[in-house]
């Protein structure tokens, strides 16, 4: 007996779903339900995936513009000494600033 056969046998019966095995039944076939619903979910995003992949062309992005010679500011001799001073107190005396470089 398949479980549509057994919901229309309740159905028709004058009892219904009531009681635990009524329950059971129901929870079961919503738990069958959710289940299939989740196995389309899942490879219905595959096929999406695979299409979107194998069709669907990647964007090109362009190369960051590295700033030319001309454009490169260098750091005025105050704020050098500050970051130079900055470097020297949080790193106790250990570390060095070698070049100073605008991003």
């Not at 004058?14 to 129901?26: I, R």
Request: with cysteine; net charge neutral; hydrophobic share 55%.
């Amino acid at each position: 007996m398949n479980s549509l056969s057994i919901l229309a046998s309740a159905a028709a019966n004058s009892e219904g779903f009531e009681g635990l095995s009524g329950a059971l039944l129901l929870m079961a076939i919503g738990m069958f339900t959710v289940f299939i619903v989740l196995l389309l979910v899942i490879y219905v995003g595959k096929c999406l995936i695979l299409f979107v992949n194998k069709f669907v062309p990647e964007e090109v992005k362009e190369a960051p513009k590295t700033a030319s010679f001309a454009s490169v500011q260098a750091v005025d001799a105050v704020t050098a000494d500050i970051i130079a001073k900055a470097v020297n107190t949080l790193t106790g005396g250990k570390g060095k600033v070698e070049s100073i470089k605008k991003i």
